[in-house]
DNA sequence: CGTTGTGAACAGGTTCACAGCA
DNA sequence: TGCTGTGAACCTGTTCACAACG
């Protein structure tokens, strides 16, 4: 659960706020005023229970008996994510996916502005990227101080993520999304969100020896590639 | 919860899964070849009675008052996890991203094999990326049957996900990872694990107004300015 | 002894079902 | 009438604390 005002939002519904404002710009895109909790969970993959209950801990949007007005929605949601407020941003990392990330167009439709492109390889360093210039890491305190960043995208390689995460936590950054697959050891008050492929790629491939255990159960009985039984 | 075999395994600890199984080959590197659950739980960022529980779910792998062997929990888990059979993947969608994670290394090493970039874009086709030349979607269900497709990355632009998905599931693929930021409509035994970067970004920044709510409400009562240390 | 494996207590999140209201 | 907002019931997942045991 999470403190913002007066107000306590549990942190699974924060989770969903994208899904639900995603949901919401693309009726405005269509032309769309006005929405219900269902049509809008549809949109957004969730119940619609589970949507009115989520913005219920934001306030009070609707009008019993008729809906949502899409545009209204969509700007409480966004004033309750902080995308009111500019956020810079910061690249440390800028190897393959450092640099698919950097060619990203969304982010100053989202209230994101990317300030900074940081990487360690001399090879890298002094190319250019979403109109930025790869800078050396040597300098890093330097960058992040004098652009005003707040928020990092770390995708360096996981030997150097600890301690570069490191460095940034010192300059003040307490908001980073990590690309490198491993637990970064940070103080608590530092948020990480952290993607991981492989890690992904891995969680379906139990699915799918879930899948083949059940059929091959089923169908013939021989056994698929299962868990070590107990 | 997911079965597999005659056991049950709650989704959140297969979720964490590739974490342990990460952290362990981390030791394995190291040459360690012991180690308890409260040094491997640090590791991967998770306390140690739930990684003890974790396990638990997929048998007894410990020796009390000693600890796991670290090369036989590895491929216990590995097991589990279904990557002992190889899983044949494809990229749909190769631009920034789809491109950056088609010369990502990793996969041979976690038993995935990549077989197939498939494209929209007549400009995009013909580009080879990974040894693999990109295909033209025209011919996508070709594609995924000759190659024995069971697992798809799906990173093509928001608009063309929901269709591409579509015809994806129509070729028997049950496992999805999209990078395309939309819910996809899918058949309920179809497995879609969703990665939104912009979404993840908009989470940090509801961490960051939250921090900066607090801050300003405890200082002066104003907003306050960035996140110089709490 | 020291560490695992696990029942039992707890916390957090989801779903239900309906009262409240335009 | 129909949809929102929400207390209450339910369910899933986490943490505690200790018995089991090499």
Known sequence: ???????????ATVSRLPYYLRALRDLLRDGVTTTSSSALAERSGVGSAQLRKDLSYLGSFGTRGVGYEVETLASSISTALG??????LAIVGVGNLGNALANYSGYAAR????????DADPDV???????LE?????????I?????VSMVILAT????AQAVAERIVECGVREILSFSPVALQLPDDVVVRSVDVAGELQILAFHAAARHAQEGATVDGRTAPAATAR
Chains 1, 2 share one sequence.
């Open 144 to 148: 992040l101080a004098a652009r005003g």
């Open 83 to 88: 995308l009111g407020s500019e956020h810079r």
């Open 111 to 118: 209230g994101f502005r990317l300030v900074a492109l940081i």
């Open 1 to 11: 659960m999470i403190e913002i005002g007066e107000v306590t939002v549990p942190a």
């Open 157 to 160: 390689p996981g030997a150097a």
């Open 134 to 142: 790869v800078e050396h890491s040597d300098r890093l305190e330097e």
């Open 125 to 131: 360093v002094g190319r250019r990227a979403a109109g």
